[in-house]
């Protein structure tokens, strides 16, 4: 009787083994992607400023009215949104 207590043992043993073994593998996947998701998400371009042709005249007036931009450089730059 001793043989298979130590083989039922043994065969405990080795099960919790891998079940470990799996459990700390799959943490280490997932800690993995989500390291690997941020730095995609870090390596992202940002989203393209809006091209609304409004908004920037917006901000050419902002930078005109605090002295920024020239009459000719607003003039020009507000052609430039405009795409005259």
């Known amino acids: 009787m001793g043989l298979m207590r130590m ?5 405990v ?7 470990v ?3 700390v593998a799959h943490k280490q996947d997932e800690k993995y992607a989500n ?11 940002a989203a393209p400023a809006d091209d609304d042709p409004t908004e920037k005249i917006k901000q050419l007036a902002d930078l005109h009215a605090q ?8 003039t020009a730059a507000k052609k430039k949104a405009l795409g005259i």
């Open 7 to 11: 083989a039922a043992r043994t065969a």
């Open 13 to 19: 043993v080795a099960g919790t083994a891998t079940a």
């Open 21 to 23: 073994s799996g459990r």
């Open 35 to 45: 390291q690997a998701a941020e730095q995609q998400a870090a390596a992202a371009p």
């Open 67 to 74: 002295g920024i931009l020239s009459d000719e450089e607003f």
